[in-house]
């Protein structure tokens, strides 16, 4: 009999899943090989990593039932993951709460977790000085209060809501595949092993600075802050390699004595607590403001009349680019100086003609990646959607009635 009409049943996490408490010291057992699931290998692709017990110095949660991981550092971020079926010597870090149940389905739980409802309850839990360290503990996990559909409904749920992560998947494959594509691409035309068509004036080495000026940002004072005035540009206001505005800081126009940035400039980081943030680049558009400034922690990298400027941009994009930054950096460097970038060489061709060609060549590539972009964050939202209708009842799926 196909039925919708049963009712939900109100529960807290706590009720219907229990957390997995078991704990191991890898380090105990070096040369044991562990599938670690930790945020790093999340971050990188949600992966697990195979990782040898001699190098984990700090113990671990045993991971030894099918289960979800929930992450409680920044929780905004979602980091949610499902172990259908653990590895031999799974693991994972203590910032995850391995929660596992008879009376939910994993796929149902994940997307429970993944939740506008859950995140929200979750973000009223936090404690912590900073977005990036607040954490929750497994008791406002345990505590989220939730309707619970039976488990063939929970099933029904979970199976649409897998046809969006399908979708998702394929057109992450494709964005990848893509932008393996172009930045092999990017590095055979910046090393001049691969020439346009119709080019053959000589592919120079030579210094950066003799190519482009270096600009320094603003240091300003909170006192200067405010709610409208001089927009001040930092290393957040990149995202996915183009400038974003939506985390804005503005200044007193008195404040802002260093210079604004013109549409074409390069925008770099160099200087963060993170050194994978030193070095991303972005390319201011006509769409910034004009008068607006850029912080002290960035620099500005300005085209000379003998480099197109969007030639310019994407050698900031090379392998070769990224090398320079990485000799730079150590283990206790969190910056790159004026001085840095003096020896830093760009190979290039000598015709203005040939570095546009190369430049549009990568840019067309890069905007059919942007498309792709779009449109998983389109069905992104289509996904929320239907989690936050299908998750709270208000749409209900037609499902095969289990007699009790």
């Known amino acids: 009999m196909v039925t919708s009409a049963r009712e939900w049943k109100e529960v807290q996490l706590g009720d219907v899943t229990h957390e997995l408490t078991g704990s191991i010291v890898p380090l105990a057992s070096p040369d044991s090989v562990f599938t670690e699931y930790s945020m790093p ?59 596992a149940s008879s009376e939910l389905d994993l796929e149902y739980l994940r997307n429970l977790a993944l939740s ?76 001049g092993k691969k020439r346009m068509r119709g080019f053959q004036n000589p592919f120079l080495r030579t ?42 800081v503005f200044v007193r126009a008195s404040a802002a004595t260093s210079p604004s940035v013109q549409a074409g400039d390069v925008l770099l980081c160099v200087r963060n607590g993170s050194t994978r ?21 960035m620099a500005i990298l300005r085209a000379l009349p003998a480099i197109d400027p969007s030639y310019l941009y994407w050698f900031t994009k090379s392998s070769a680019f990224r090398e320079q930054v990485r000799e730079v950096l150590g283990a206790t460097i969190y910056q790159i100086t004026k001085r840095d970038l003096a020896y830093f060489t760009i190979s290039i061709p000598e015709s203005i003609a040939e570095q546009k060609a190369i430049a549009e060549v990568l840019s067309s590539m890069d905007e059919e990646i942007r498309v792709l972009q779009a449109e998983r964050l389109k069905v992104g939202v289509l996904k929320l959607g239907a989690m936050d209708d299908l998750l709270t009842g208000r749409v209900r799926l037609p499902v095969e009635e289990v007699d009790a």
């Open 277 to 297: 943030l030193i070095g991303k680049t972005a390319q201011i558009s006509e769409d910034v403001p004009r008068g607006t400034a850029f912080g002290a922690f």
């Open 116 to 191: 506008n409802d859950f995140t929200e309850h979750l973000e009223s839990s936090t404690s912590g000085t900073s977005n990036s360290q607040k954490r929750v503990t497994a008791e406002d996990i345990f505590s989220f209060q939730f309707l619970m559909p039976q488990f063939p409904e929970q099933r029904a749920i979970a199976e649409v809501l897998s046809g969006f992560d399908e979708h998702l998947a394929n057109l992450d494959e494709l964005i990848a595949k893509k932008k393996s594509i172009r930045d092999g691409a990017l590095d055979a035309m910046f090393s």
């Open 207 to 248: 210094k950066l600075l003799e190519y482009s000026e270096v600009l320094t940002g603003l240091t300003y004072n909170p006192a200067d802050v405010q709610t409208s005035g001089v927009l001040v540009l930092r290393s957040s206001n990149i995202q996915d390699d183009v400038i974003s505005l939506e985390d804005t």
């Open 41 to 99: 290998a999340y971050d990188a692709g949600r992966k697990p990593v195979r990782v040898p017990g001699s190098s984990m110095l700090s113990a671990r949660r045993i991971i030894t039932s099918p289960c979800v991981l929930v992450n409680k550092l920044n929780v905004r971020k979602r980091r949610v993951w499902i172990v259908p079926q653990p590895a031999n010597n799974a693991v994972s870090s203590f910032e995850f709460v391995p929660l």
